[in-house]
Structure formats: structure tokens, C-alpha cells
């Protein structure tokens, strides 16, 4: 989302920066980009240049006295160097890792200086604000969340995209309202909100509102805006898996419940998705999560375990199904499927047969065939050659 | 304002404090000591390691210790139940993911966790007498139990998975030897006397032990024994030519040397009885062994001619000259069976037979006794069970055998001996030693409670009874009859019982929480292979005919370079490791987050700095000290996640040109991933 600010409308972002630094009397201001988003940093390289033609950035700023520099940093592209302390660091070309706090950046930031760290959208809504008033902004939202937000509308959904939306409506109102529904006809079943460290919200609570204490009493968060809708064919633990495999490749290694914490829930939930899980896995990933939140140095930690806690208290029978027998209810984990022929479906054409790389499908012509599942390597071929749909994955 | 106190609370306790000042900080000067693994007051917080975190009342995060400040009016709660499952969290954690050994595998396979690694390292730098010293802080008796222990720390030995154990016992006997010729063992220290006495039953390896251990206490400690001589079955059971009575006799008089009382032929439940005998200690250890032989239980044991095994080798010893005739069998297949049939073929049978229910493989003698014993010329019977002893004139004349199979494995794992029906075989003989085990004698022991096998009940950790201030340990309690370094280890348990107990208290003992290894040949494919010591033996057809010793020892050469060959498996930094330390204060479970490993690797050493990567748990005071002390900015962290390692690797010849060899981080490590060598 702040990447298409950028792209789209890098002087909105300047513009509240230097509101901001005008405000807090900084002058020194960066903005730390991936770079792997070479566009952003093109188009905004573009805009200070420009804006520093007309003399709206640099040294005395239209007359007025005061003088502000803005700098683009492009980062290596660690998760953790969004992190503000951990981004400090990186600023002052150190390797990307939190620091204790406090001190907190307002008293000692960038070159151990006061300073101030904000989203690409917090300033890109600035300008806006003071143009129109607090009170037009208020007016949007709820009680505790003002304004508006923009979402990153994925997955499952019919139609996705960037969306922005004020507070307050429900996320059924964006799923089904603005994005269309679920696409290929399929159920709803979860949406993962704020990201790899979010949460996943299930069915029953679609009509939560999109307010940042409505959201976090789900389990889940607003955080970067990120909302990826699942559907039926989506394992819930697997999923969990996915994003605990992207946080703990990305913990910058400092601290010991999130460097090793992250590790270890990976690795169990691996092999529950295996049906190599263990009665007590469950409680072991709930022990890890709590302590892990208690425990981890920085945001990455503290919120590593939402997508785990949210899938066990809204799907903790499709953690069981894995682990007591070894089935997985969406028929998503690899090794945990099982192809079947049905008897009254199958024709006898051989097609599968020939088809299968490792010849598990034997049977006579015409006559129903059978796939030895101590052979068959779960390739699904057979599901894709079989033109009767006799083939069934379980 | 640095200087304005603060006053808050901690642990209930009030502190104040200048403003500034850490809750950790804070904490120290009332006494209290926050665990922590990567903070240094030098350097200040860093915040990696977690375990000093603490709940602060009214703030809704957990805080870490040792970077929070204090502030007034503050309620800290170092042990509060989140704080403690958080620290506990961490460390387990870390062990879960720590690859090292904190002990070596042979002492912790020793019963009685003798420091098998230390004493060998002392032996391969040629310091024997310190070597002696290190045995005798755990047992009295090296030069005896280096002849006679079936080692089970060699059999944990991590050389087995190269080529072939240390020989630790053989080492040990070796140094003994060596100072009790040189004369310049190390003295041993005893304590300033207490003025409580205590009373031994037996002195035996356990009763031996445990005066030895409560002399140097300051105890005044007197050892009875029936017989006119101390060593129990290290004297009265095993033979002469696997342990010269001279040598162990050294050993029992510097234990007397101590200022222990020994008194001889002295038999409760004959001479005293044991409640008299209660009544003229502060506390007492009964240690009286297992004395009485198993009966076989076939038709004719009441012959003349039939001797129990104990009792066959305690008449030759004593000096009673058993008549055995000329054809002989033994019964049974462990130890005691191997000595008697050794003793048998010394004392001039013709033809000594071993029959034995099993097969070799079954037999529980160690197998270099079973071959030293074939050496000599003694015949094995396998798969055959006395069936009857036959007689003429009340006098054994031979034995019939019934002939057995091995039939399905018992609970063990170790195939049932099942009759041949009908199946029958005779042998001439005019002597038959049962050597079928022993156990303990409860006469004049009525006062104390016994388990169902008649052994005496005791506290299988302190090895208390149910009488106060009466300790049982040895080959008379619980599972009975063992070998004698296990007796050793129950002895110096209840020598620590019997010690806290005359002090008014109560000793528990707690299994320490170690780190160790899980390794397999792989792991050791790239280490030289070098030959285990051959030790030098009298030729069988010498030896048989007399008593002398078989072995004729180690060389100092050969002792040194046998002990060269040692891994030093545990680690250098045990006494000082504080994860070790912490995970034991909180009692971490080892195991519960077991998996992948971070990566790991043991490098080449850095000036004089070794590394191992396996023992590191990332709290980068090395790479700080080595910045902001040293000045030097050599080390930094590299890699994200679990693949976090410190470099540069040490082998790195530019790394090295940098090192100014301060050692500041080996130092400061908290584990022992450096090490100063
Ligand atoms: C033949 C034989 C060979 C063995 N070989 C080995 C070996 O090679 N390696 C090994 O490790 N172990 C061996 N063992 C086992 C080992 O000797 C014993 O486990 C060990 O000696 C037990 O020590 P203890 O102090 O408990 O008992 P003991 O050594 O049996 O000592 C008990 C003492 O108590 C005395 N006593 C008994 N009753 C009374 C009483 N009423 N009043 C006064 N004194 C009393 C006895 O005289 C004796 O001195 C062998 C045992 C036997 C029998
Ligand atoms: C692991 C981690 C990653 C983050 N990544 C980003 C990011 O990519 N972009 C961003 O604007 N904020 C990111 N944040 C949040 C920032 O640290 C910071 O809180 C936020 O930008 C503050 O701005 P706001 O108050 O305007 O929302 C991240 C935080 C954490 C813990
Ligand atoms: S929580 Fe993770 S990312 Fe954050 S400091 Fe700790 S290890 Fe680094
Ligand atoms: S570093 Fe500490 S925990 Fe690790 S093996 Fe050494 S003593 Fe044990
Ligand atoms: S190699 Fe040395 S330290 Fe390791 S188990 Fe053997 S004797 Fe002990
Ligand atoms: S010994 Fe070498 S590596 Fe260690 S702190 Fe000193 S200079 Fe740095
Ligand atoms: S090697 Fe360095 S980072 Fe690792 S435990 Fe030791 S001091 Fe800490
Ligand atoms: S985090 Fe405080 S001592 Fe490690």
C-alpha cells in the first residue's frame, strides 16, 4: 500500500514529512525503501528533485527559515527493518536489529538525536487533515479509530486489489461488498488480517467491525493493512505453517524467544502438516506463543504467534484432524493426501495408469482400476488425466 | 538528578537507589541476583538473551531487568509465575538448541560420577599424583577398584565410536600404583573435629567410602568388621591375582591414616547386638555386604564337597586350604563363578568345568575374565542346568546335568533357558562350587526394615532407613548384590546424608540438568584412528599355577599416550557456565524443545582463543567487548534467524592479524564457546 502512495503520489508523502519535521523542528527526514521496489524509488527520487527545485525542501524553505532535508534509504529488505529501532540502526549503517526499549527513538533515535518515525501513510494522510480539518477526519470511523485505511484485498477474493475505506465498516462489507465474494464459486472461510504477523478471523466473526480494538479482540491486527481471504481448499495449520516459515526466516537473530521460539513452532507445525504431530503439539505451540509474546525483544517476536494462536482458538479441530488422524480436512498438506478411485466412476480407459509416473494405478481394461498407496507419490496426475472425475483426493 | 534516590519495591523487599539505576542493578544491591546471560555492567544492556525479564505491577509487558529503570513507587516481581515461565521459556530454549557436553559420557556412566575425563587429562600430562588426588575426591580405593571395575565408563566412552575406549580403569590403577612407589601422593585434608561419632558396619568398599568421606568431615568414625581384615569382598571374594591383597591393604591404611577407627573380628549379632551397637554413635551406616551364598536348590547339597562360591574363595584366602579333589564344576556364569573356577585351577584341580544354563554370549562375567579363564585351561559347559548331585558315602562323586534350549526372550531381552525333556548328561566330579550369587545375611539385623527380597529397605537417594540416624548402603540394601563402584556411589550418598543429618538437617539429592550430546560414528569419521594400551599379561601357563598378579600394568609411556587419546568430551567451562547454572535454578527440561540445531562448528583457534559455534547462544558480548574494550571490532554477527552465527571464522588468517589476543571475549563469554587455551 505504501509503495502505490509512493508510486502514485510521492509529494503527499513529502508534503506530511515536512509538516511533521516543521512541527518537531527535525531537519534531517529520511525514507527507508525497499530496494526491491526500484519504481518507488525512481518516482520518488523525481519528486524531492522537484521539490527541491521550488525550493519546497532543502535550505530555507520558501523564505520561512526553515530548513529540511529528506533523504531516501534503500534497505536490504529485512521484514525487521521496518521495525523502528532496528531501522535507526540500519540508517546508521549497522546491521538491521532492534535495540532495548527505552530508550525509545523520541528520546534517543537516529544518531542517539530525538526522533520521530512514521508510516508512508500516517504522512500521506497529513496534508489532507490540515487542509479539511481534524473534525472531517474524525468524522470518518468509530469511536476508537478515526478516518480511513487502505487495504490490500487478496486471496480467494473475486475481485482484489488496494481499497480504501473508513473505519468502521464490517469485513464482510469489503469482502462480499467490495470484493466481490469468493471467486470459482468456493465457500468463505477465513480471512488472515495485518499481515504474516496478524490473525486469521473466521466465518462467525465476518461481521466484526474494522476498528483497531474490534480487530484485536479477534486475536488479529490491522497492521500493515494486509488481508488475504481464504477459502475451503485452505488448511488452516498449513497456513499458520506459511507465515511462521516467512517470520522465522526474517527474525533478525537477537533475541532467544523469537529467534529460536519462531524456529521451533515452524518445526512443529511441519510436522504436524507431515501427520508426524504428537498429542500435546497443540499445547506445546500455545506454551511457545504465549512465551514467545511475553518474551520476544521487538514486534517481529511479539506478534509472531498470532497466526497460530488465531487458527488454534478458531480451528483447533483442524489441528486435531492432523494430529489424531493424520487427515487434513481441506485436503491441502501433501503428505496427508490420499487418492482414491471410486469404483462406480472409473470406466477402466487406463488413462491414469499410463499417466502415473511410478506406475501405483493397476487394474484391467474396463474394469475399475486401483491405486496402491504405498506407491502412489500424491503427484495428482491421475486427478488431472481422469476424465470421468473418478479420481478423488481425500 | 542522577543523584536523587529512588525507593521502590522489589521482591518485597524495599530498595532505594539513585534515579538512572537498572532494576537489575537495583536488584543486586538488596541481594537479589536476576539471572542474565548477555549483560555486562560495562557495556550496558543489549537485550538479546531474555532470561532477566521481571513483572513490574501495573505495566502490562514483562520488563527486561537489565535494561528497565527504575522508578518510584515501582513493584518488581523477579519470581512472579510469568516471569518465571518466561526466563524458563528462554533457557529451554537455549538448551533445546545447544549441542554440547557438559559432562563426558564416562562420568556420567561411572555410578559414583567419578571425574573419569579430568584424571585422565592429569595422567596425559604426566601428573599422577594429581590424578590420584581426583579419583579420592570421590572413593578411597583407586589402586583396587582400577584392577577390578567393569568400567561402565568405558563403556560410555565416545572412543568407541572412533575405534576403541579409553582404558580409564586401567589408568586409574596405573597412577596409584605409580605414587604409591613414588611416594608423593597428595595429602588429604581433614576437617576440624565435630565431636559426633559415627558408627560403620562393614568395611567394604562402601562402608570404606563413606568413613573416608566422613573423617575428612570431621567425624569421628570407627568401621566394624567381622573379619580380621578391612576390603570386605575386595579382600575376601576376589582373588589374589586380580588384586594383590598388599595393594588394597595400602589403600584401607591411609583411609585408617585419616583417623578412622578400624575394628576387627568384631561381628554385631554376635559380639554386640545392633540396637547396643545404635546406642554408641550419633548416627550409623550398616554396610555389611552380601555374605551368604545362594542356595542351588537340587537334591544333594548337603554333600561333602559342595562349597559356595563366596565361601570356596574366603576359605582360600583365609588361608583354610579347601579340599576340592581333582574334577571340579562350578555353577553359575558371572564374576564370582570366573574367580572360583581361576581359584580352582590354582589351587590344583585337575579338570574344572563352568556349567552354565546359557550360552557364552548370555554369561554376565565380563568376557576378558571368560577368555582369560579358557586360557587357563578351565572347560566350559554351556546350555546345562544341575540337575542333582550325586553322592557316594556323603561325599559328592559327580552331577547329573540337564541338558536346556534357549527359548523366548524374558522381560530383558534375554533368551529363557528351557529344559530338553528327557534330555540328561553325567560328569564325575569330587567337588561342586555353587556360584550362583550371593546375599546380604539379616541375622542381628531384625531392627531394620527389609524389602520383600530380604535385602534392607533403604531411601533410594540418601539411602536413609525408617530408624533415625541409621543409613544403609552396599551390596545389603534394595536391589542387593552389585559391583563395587555402584556400592561406592550409595556410600557417598548416605555420606552426605549421615553429614546433613548430624548438622540437623535433611540431605535430597537432585539430579542435575546437563547438556549432552547425541553422536554417532559419523560424527568422529575424520579422527585419527589410534590403538587402545595392550596390557602387559603373565603367560596362562605361568599364571595358573599361582596367585601372582595376571597384569602386570601400564608403562608411564604407555599410560601417558593411552591417556592422549582421550576426546575431552565435557566441557572446560562447567564450573562456570551460567546457562547451565540457570537452567538448573529453574529446572529447564532439556528435551521438551529439542530440534534443528543452529548451525555449529569447531574452528581453528583464533591466537589463543578456540571456538565452538555449538555452545553459543548468540548474546554477543563477545562481538561488543571486542568493539567497545578491545577496540577492536573483529567479531559481528552474520546470517538472520536461527542461521545467526558470529565471524569471521577464527581459521581466517586476516582474522587473526587483527586479534590483539586480549582474550577479553573469551572472558566474558558466558558459555563455553570460547575458550583461552
Ligand atoms: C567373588 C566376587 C567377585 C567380585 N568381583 C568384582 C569385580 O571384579 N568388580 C566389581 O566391581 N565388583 C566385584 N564384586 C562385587 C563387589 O565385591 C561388591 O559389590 C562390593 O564389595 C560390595 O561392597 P559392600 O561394601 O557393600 O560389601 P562387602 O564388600 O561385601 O563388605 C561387607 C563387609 O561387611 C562385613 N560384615 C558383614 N556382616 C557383618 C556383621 N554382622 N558384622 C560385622 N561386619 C560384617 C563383611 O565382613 C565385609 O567386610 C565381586 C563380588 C564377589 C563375591
Ligand atoms: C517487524 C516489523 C516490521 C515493520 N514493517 C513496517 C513497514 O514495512 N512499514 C511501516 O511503515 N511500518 C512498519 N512497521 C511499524 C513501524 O515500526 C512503526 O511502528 C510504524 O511505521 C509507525 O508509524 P505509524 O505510527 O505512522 O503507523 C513494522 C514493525 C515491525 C515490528
Ligand atoms: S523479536 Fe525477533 S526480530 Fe525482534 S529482536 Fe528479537 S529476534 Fe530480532
Ligand atoms: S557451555 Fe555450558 S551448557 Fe554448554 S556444554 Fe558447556 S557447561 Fe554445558
Ligand atoms: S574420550 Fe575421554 S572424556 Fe570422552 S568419554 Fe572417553 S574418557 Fe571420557
Ligand atoms: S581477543 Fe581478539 S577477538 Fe577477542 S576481544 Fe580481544 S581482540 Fe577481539
Ligand atoms: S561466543 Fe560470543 S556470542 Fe557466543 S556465547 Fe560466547 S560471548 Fe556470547
Ligand atoms: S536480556 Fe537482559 S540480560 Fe539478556
Redesign the interface.
Known amino acids: 500500500m505504501d509503495r502505490a502512495v509512493i508510486e502514485s503520489d510521492p509529494h503527499s508523502l513529502i508534503e506530511g514529512m515536512l509538516i511533521a519535521a516543521y512541527a518537531i523542528g527535525a531537519s534531517k527526514a529520511f525514507v527507508y525503501v525497499r530496494a526491491e521496489y526500484p519504481l518507488a524509488i525512481v518516482r520518488l527520487e523525481k519528486a524531492l528533485a522537484d521539490a527541491k527545485a521550488h525550493n519546497l525542501l532543502g535550505e530555507n524553505i520558501l523564505g520561512s527559515g526553515f530548513s529540511c532535508d529528506i533523504r531516501i534509504k534503500a534497505g536490504a529488505g ?1 521484514f525487521v527493518c521496518g521495525e523502528e529501532t532496528a531501522l535507526i540502526e540500519s540508517l546508521e549503517g549497522n ?1 538491521g ?4 526499549k ?1 530508550p525509545f527513538p523520541a528520546e534517543k533515535g537516529y544518531t542517539q538525536a530525538p526522533s520521530n518515525i512514521n508510516n508512508v501513510e500516517t504522512f500521506a494522510n497529513v496534508a489532507w487533515i490540515i487542509l479539511n480539518g481534524g473534525a472531517a477526519f474524525a468524522a470518518m470511523g468509530t469511536e476508537t479509530s478515526k478516518g480511513t485505511k487502505v487495504f490490500a484485498l487478496t486471496g480467494k477474493i473475486k475481485r482484489g486489489g488496494l481499497v480504501e475505506i473508513p473505519m468502521g465498516l464490517t469485513l464482510r462489507d469489503v469482502i462480499f461488498g467490495i470484493g466481490g465474494g469468493i471467486r470459482d464459486g468456493g465457500t468463505f472461510k477465513a480471512v488472515q488480517m495485518g499481515g504474516p504477523s496478524g490473525g486469521c478471523i473466521p466465518e462467525h466473526l465476518l461481521d466484526t467491525k474494522i476498528d483497531y480494538k474490534a480487530l484485536g479482540a479477534t486475536g488479529a491486527i490491522m497492521g500493515s493493512g494486509g488481508m488475504v481471504v481464504m477459502d475451503s481448499h485452505t488448511c488452516m495449520v498449513n497456513m499458520a505453517r506459511f507465515f511462521l516459515d516467512f517470520t ?10 523469537c ?6 513452532m515452524h ?1 512443529i507445525l511441519t510436522r504436524i502438516t507431515e501427520g508426524k504431530g504428537k498429542e500435546g503439539d497443540v499445547e ?1 505451540l500455545q ?2 506463543c504465549n ?2 509474546k ?4 521487538c514486534g517481529l517476536g511479539q506478534t509472531a504467534p498470532n497466526p497460530v494462536l488465531t487458527t488454534i482458538r478458531y480451528f483447533r479441530d483442524e489441528y486435531d484432524a492432523h494430529i489424531r488422524e493424520a487427515r487434513c480436512p481441506a485436503h491441502e498438506c501433501a503428505a496427508l493426501k490420499k487418492y482414491e478411485i471410486d469404483p462406480a466412476k472409473c470406466k477402466g480407459c487406463t488413462m491414469c495408469a499410463k499417466k502415473c509416473p511410478v506406475g501405483a494405478i493397476s487394474g484391467e481394461l474396463k474394469k475399475p482400476h486401483v491405486i496402491d498407496p504405498a506407491k502412489c507419490i500424491k503427484c495428482g496426475q491421475c486427478v488431472a488425466t481422469c476424465k470421468f472425475g473418478a479420481v478423488a483426493v481425500k | 538528578m542522577e543523584s536523587e534516590l529512588i525507593t521502590l519495591e522489589i521482591d518485597g523487599q524495599s530498595v532505594s537507589v539513585p534515579a538512572g539505576t537498572t532494576i537489575l542493578e537495583a536488584a543486586k544491591t538488596a541481594g537479589i541476583d536476576i539471572p542474565n546471560l548477555c549483560y555486562l555492567k560495562e557495556l550496558g ?7 532477566c ?1 521481571v513483572e513490574v505491577e501495573k505495566c502490562p ?2 520488563l ?1 531487568a537489565c ?3 527504575v522508578a518510584p513507587g515501582m513493584v518488581v516481581h523477579t519470581k512472579s509465575e ?1 516471569a518465571l ?2 526466563r524458563k ?2 533457557l529451554e ?2 538448551m ?2 545447544h549441542d554440547g557436553d557438559c559432562q563426558g559420557p564416562c562420568k556420567l556412566n561411572c555410578p559414583a560420577h567419578t571425574d573419569c575425563q579430568k584424571y585422565v587429562k592429569e595422567i596425559a600430562e604426566g601428573r599422577f599424583a594429581d590424578a590420584v588426588a581426583t579419583v579420592k575426591e570421590t572413593f578411597p580405593l583407586p589402586a583396587a577398584i582400577g584392577r577390578v571395575c567393569p568400567h561402565p565408563c568405558e563403556k560410555a566412552c565416545r572412543r568407541n565410536l572412533v575405534e576403541a575406549p579409553i582404558s580409564i580403569a586401567q589408568l586409574k590403577y596405573f597412577a596409584a600404583d605409580q605414587v604409591r612407589k613414588d611416594g608423593n601422593e597428595h595429602p588429604i585434608k581433614v576437617a576440624a573435629p565435630t565431636g559426633k561419632k559415627v558408627g560403620i558396619i562393614g568395611g567394604g568398599p562402601a562402608g570404606l567410602t563413606a568413613a573416608f568421606k566422613l573423617a575428612q568431615w570431621g567425624h569421628d568414625v570407627t568401621v566394624y568388621d567381622q573379619m580380621p581384615e578391612m576390603g570386605g569382598m575386595l579382600r575376601y571374594g576376589i582373588p589374589e591375582y586380580r588384586l594383590p591383597k598388599a595393594i588394597l591393604k595400602a589403600e584401607t591404611d591411609a583411609i585408617a591414616a585419616l583417623g578412622v577407627q578400624f575394628i576387627n573380628n568384631f561381628k554385631i549379632g554376635r559380639d554386640a547386638d545392633f540396637a547396643k551397637f545404635r546406642s554408641w554413635f550419633d548416627a550409623v551406616i550398616v554396610a555389611n555386604g552380601a555374605w551368604k551364598s545362594t542356595s542351588m536348590r537340587v537334591k544333594g547339597e548337603e554333600l561333602q564337597g559342595v562349597w559356595g562360591g563366596i565361601d570356596f574363595l574366603r576359605a582360600v584366602v583365609t588361608g583354610e586350604k579347601p579340599e576340592i579333589g581333582e574334577r571340579v564344576a562350578i555353577v553359575g556364569g558371572g564374576n564370582t563363578a570366573m574367580d572360583a573356577c581361576r581359584t580352582a585351577v590354582r589351587v590344583g584341580a585337575k579338570e574344572v568345568f563352568v556349567v552354565y544354563r546359557r550360552t557364552r554370549k548370555e554369561m554376565p562375567a565380563e568376557d576378558i575374565e571368560i577368555t582369560e579363564a579358557e586360557e587357563e585351561g578351565v572347560k566350559f559347559k554351556f546350555l546345562c542346568a544341575p540337575d542333582e548331585i550325586l553322592g557316594k558315602d556323603g561325599k559328592v562323586c559327580g552331577m547329573r546335568l540337564q541338558v536346556m534350549e534357549l527359548g523366548e526372550p524374558d522381560e530383558r531381552g534375554r533368551r529363557k533357558p528351557v529344559p530338553v525333556p528327557g534330555k540328561f548328561e553325567e560328569i564325575e566330579l569330587d567337588s561342586v562350587i555353587a556360584a550362583i550369587g550371593q546375599r546380604n545375611d539379616p541375622e542381628g539385623f531384625a531392627d531394620l526394615p527389609q524389602t520383600p527380597k530380604g535385602t534392607i529397605a533403604a531411601d533410594e537417594g540418601n539411602f536413609a532407613t525408617t530408624l533415625p540416624g541409621v543409613f544403609a548402603c552396599g551390596d545389603t540394601v534394595n536391589k542387593g548384590a552389585g559391583i563395587a563402584i555402584g556400592a561406592i556411589a550409595q556410600a557417598n550418598e548416605a555420606a552426605l546424608a549421615v553429614n546433613a543429618y548430624l548438622r540437623g538437617g535433611e540431605y535430597k539429592p537432585v539430579k542435575p540438568i546437563l547438556s549432552e550430546r547425541n553422536l554417532t560414528e559419523k560424527d568422529f569419521a575424520d579422527r585419527p584412528r589410534i590403538a587402545r594400551a595392550v596390557m602387559p599379561q603373565r603367560p596362562a601357563e605361568e599364571r595358573r599355577h599361582d596367585f601372582k598378579e595376571v597384569n602386570l600394568g601400564l608403562s608411564p609411556e604407555a599410560a601417558q599416550a593411552e591417556a592422549k587419546r582421550c576426546l575431552e568430551c565435557g566441557c572446560h567451562d562447567f564450573e562456570d557456565c551460567k546457562l547451565i547454572r540457570y537452567a538448573n535454578l529453574v529446572q529447564a527440561d532439556t528435551q ?2 529439542r ?2 540445531f ?1 548451525p555449529g562448528f569447531t574452528e581453528q583457534k583464533l591466537v589463543t582463543i578456540e571456538r565452538n559455534q555449538r555452545k553459543c ?2 548474546c ?1 558480548l563477545c562481538v561488543r567487548v571486542c568493539a567497545e574494550q578491545a577496540k577492536q571490532g573483529l567479531l ?2 552474520v ?6 552465527v558470529i565471524k569471521p571464522e577464527f581459521k581466517d588468517p586476516a582474522a587473526t592479524a587483527v586479534c590483539k589476543d586480549c582474550r577479553l571475549c573469551a572472558e566474558n563469554c558466558p558459555t563455553g564457546a570460547l575458550r583461552i587455551v
Open positions: 529485512a546491521r536489529m532492534p535495540r532495548l527505552p522465522a526466516k526474517e527474525s533478525c537473530g537477537k533475541c532467544v524467544h529467534r529460536i521460539g519462531t524456529k521451533r518445526e506445546l506454551d511457545l512465551g514467545i511475553a518474551g520476544a525483544l | 544492556p543489549y537485550g538479546a538473551c531474555g532470561v525479564v509487558k514483562m527486561r535494561s528497565a529503570k510469568k515461565a518466561t521459556l528462554a530454549l537455549l533445546g538448541d521438551r524443545l530440534g534443528a543452529h547462544i548468540l554477543n559481528g554477527l546470517g538472520r534467524g536461527f542461521k545467526t
